[in-house]
């Protein structure tokens, strides 16, 4: 809708996992070696943990992205509050273990075509990567140590799979409850909000991805933004987007910082009275 007002190619601040609007913060770049170190070397787990909105799932593309060919099959799973049968027969679905995508079978079958999927599958030199958005949710389904259950299948002494949890800090302590599982994270990794030099840099890179050839946000806008988003990249692109909507509307030149306040209290912290 705006794109053409501020000569954009396409809209910045979209959550997607489009590889050229991926901002390599510290945070992000530390926890993405990590997490290819757990892949790359075979390890059974790892946790990826963050507050809602500070960019697992984009980092969780990243990574997908980086693996070679080796690290095959992958699936993602986003929506994991599913009974411990139920999520065992749609990972092996999205693996390839079925002979169907829309097969159910039991919960043993399931376990006996993954085993053999998986076997087979390191036999031929690959390595499944399995990623869970919103693995908190299994600690209402006890799909946990279903999952820990799978990572007892090996191929001469190694993990035929990683299992990737991602999900909020509240995982940290559940896994400390769990020692079968927490003994298996091969490494553990907590994203924080970005800093102010970090929250200026991420929307810059954003602006100039999607095609920006000039300052629309002043400095004074974005320490405004980061003051009012705590560094969250979610809730900065959220009122980016909305500043850039009504800059449009009211033809500004630039978004400034009485702008972003100003967006921020009409249309982000509405509160009934």
Known sequence: ???AYWQLQSRPFENCADAAFYYPSEVHQGALLKLRYAVENRRGAALLAGAAGVGKTLLVGALGRQLGEAYAPKAHIVFPQMSPGELLNYLAAELGALSSPTAVVRIDESIRRLQQFLAENTEQGKHAVVAIDEAQMLL?????????????????????????????????????RLPGLEARLGVKCLLRPFTLDET????????????????????????????LTGGNPRRINRLCDLA??????????????????????????????
């Open 1 to 3: 809708m705006y794109e």
């Open 200 to 227: 200026c840099s991420y929307v810059n890179h954003r602006m100039k991805a999607a095609g920006a050839s000039r300052e629309i946000f002043t400095n004074e806008a974005l320490q405004t933004l980061f003051h």
């Open 244 to 273: 850039l909507l009504i800059g449009y509307a009211e033809e500004q030149v630039r978004i400034n910082a009485p702008h972003i306040e100003s967006v921020c209290n009409e249309l982000v912290t509405v509160t009934p009275e």
């Open 140 to 176: 209402e389904t006890e799909a946990l140590e279903t999952l820990r259950l799978l990572l007892n299948f090996e191929s001469n002494g190694q993990p035929v799979l990683t299992l990737l949890l991602s999900g909020q800090p509240e995982l940290l302590p559940a896994l400390e």
